[in-house]
């Protein structure tokens, strides 16, 4: 079995900084694609960013800049640096996994149970 925990929501002021981590763990192979998505109340959830296994990135138009992706293979966790953040940055925040399960055939899509982000103004 494999889980995806989030951790490092919270809250904070607007212009602050938050880092959220996600650690994969159980029974993986390898991974492939890892990222962020997130979902504000009443509003469809949207992708944020994904890092690739090759470490390239990429963002949503509105964040670069201010949101940072990076990962570390070795603990097979995602990280998420979120600077100069507002208000409309609040939002339930996950992470999502491509990931190949040992005995399994191919690979799929994972995720986290999302962590809260609130940004107050």
């Known amino acids: 079995q494999v889980q995806l925990v989030e951790s490092g929501g919270g809250l904070v002021q607007a212009g602050g900084s938050l880092r959220l981590s996600c650690a994969a763990s159980g029974s993986i192979f390898s991974i492939n694609d890892m990222g962020w998505h997130r979902q504000a109340p009443g509003k469809q959830r949207e992708l944020v960013t994904t890092?690739?296994?090759?470490?390239?990135?990429n963002y949503a138009d509105s964040l670069k800049g201010r949101f940072t992706i990076s990962r570390d293979n070795a603990k097979n966790t995602v990280y998420l640096q979120m600077n100069s953040l507002k208000p409309e940055d609040t939002a339930v925040y996950y992470c999502?996994?491509?990931?190949?399960?040992?005995?399994?055939?191919?690979?799929?899509?994972?995720w986290g149970q999302g962590t809260q982000v609130t940004v107050s103004s």
């Open positions: 999502n996994a491509d990931l190949w399960a040992r005995g399994s055939y191919n690979s799929r899509n994972y």
């Open positions: 890092i690739f296994s090759g470490g390239s990135t």
